[in-house]
């Protein structure tokens, strides 16, 4: 008797509800695994953060070097140009040839400038080198050459820029009474009515832009000398004077009987 209800009181026990105490501490044990699984979420995620931003910070200074870099290059790129002189350029004029269709065939030409010079006799003792000559110019510059111990001084028309004559005067290093004015391009307008002009205090006739005739005699001793001092370099030259020297003295040298 005592058995059986032992054991029915066993059978009635098996899936009751768990105690209140029992069922508290196991809410607690689910509590406490959520905050643990939790604050390794956010450990795993602070150490994530953390990697990345110290990849951020590492492409920032490989960045901020590239930057450098590429600044320090286009300096030595722009000293290394401006330290090199540029080549001028030559203006050329392109014209069509003669017959041909072809527009890729181009005939091409230097354009040359207009020179001339003119040489004017003046006062040994007067230092200016002003060559008053119809037209009114401005001085821009002033130096001594290799080749002559007298200055030369630089002009531009008056005109300028519309005009582009330049005018350059000089001393001749070969006789310093006469000064020797070199003119470059061609005016573009009329020239001062004067029917006297003066060089130095000078009166003498207008000069001329092309090479005209010059009374003076010592712009022709100039030429003279130029003349002979060119002729007697040319070897062909020499030959030929000595040949026709030999062939005079040989008609005067009278033939014995």
């Known amino acids: 008797?005592?058995?059986?209800?032992?054991?029915?009181?066993?059978?009635?026990?098996?899936?009751?509800?768990?105690?209140?105490?029992?069922?508290?501490?196991?809410r607690g044990s689910v509590l406490v695994e959520g905050s643990s699984s939790r604050k390794e979420e956010a450990r795993l995620a602070s150490t994530?953060?953390?990697?990345?931003?110290?990849?951020?910070?590492?492409?920032?200074?490989?960045?901020?070097?590239?930057?450098e870099m590429v600044s320090n290059m286009l300096t030595d790129c722009v000293a290394l140009s401006g330290g090199v002189p540029a080549?001028?350029?030559?203006?050329?004029?392109?014209?069509?040839?003669?017959?041909d269709d072809d527009p890729c065939k181009r005939v091409r030409a230097d354009p040359v400038p207009n020179a001339s010079k003119a040489y004017v006799r003046i006062?040994?003792?007067?230092?200016?080198?002003?060559v008053k000559d119809g037209y009114q110019w401005r001085?821009?510059?002033?130096?001594?050459?290799?080749?002559?111990p007298f200055p030369r001084a630089y002009f531009r028309c008056s005109f300028a820029?519309?005009?582009?004559?330049?005018?350059?005067?000089?001393?001749?290093?070969?006789?310093?009474?006469?000064?020797?004015?070199?003119y470059e391009g061609e005016h573009n307008h009329k020239h001062l009515a004067q029917d006297e002009l003066y060089?130095?205090?000078?009166?003498?006739?207008?000069?001329?832009?092309?090479?005209?005739?010059?009374?003076?005699?010592?712009?022709?001793?100039i030429l003279v000398d130029q003349m002979a001092s060119s002729l007697t370099k040319d070897p062909s030259f020499t030959a030929a004077i000595a040949a026709a020297i030999s062939e005079r003295l040989l008609q005067q040298t009278p033939v014995p009987n």
Not at 53 to 61: D, T, V, W, Y
Not at 199 to 221: A, D, K, M, T, W
């Open 1 to 26: 008797m005592d058995s059986r209800w032992a054991t029915l009181s066993l059978d009635l026990g098996v899936g009751l509800l768990p105690s209140p105490g029992q069922a508290s501490r196991e």
């Open 87 to 99: 080549l001028p350029k030559r203006k050329r004029i392109e014209t069509n040839t003669p017959g």
């Open 139 to 148: 001085k821009y510059g002033q130096k001594v050459t290799r080749d002559n």
């Open 199 to 221: 060089v130095g205090g000078i009166p003498c006739r207008p000069l001329q832009q092309r090479f005209g005739n010059q009374e003076s005699p010592g712009f022709h001793r």
């Open 123 to 130: 006062d040994p003792k007067n230092t200016s080198l002003v």
């Open 48 to 67: 994530q953060f953390g990697d990345l931003e110290a990849e951020l910070n590492r492409i920032s200074e490989e960045n901020k070097r590239l930057s």
């Open 161 to 182: 820029p519309s005009c582009p004559v330049k005018k350059k005067v000089q001393r001749s290093s070969e006789d310093g009474s006469i000064l020797v004015a070199t």
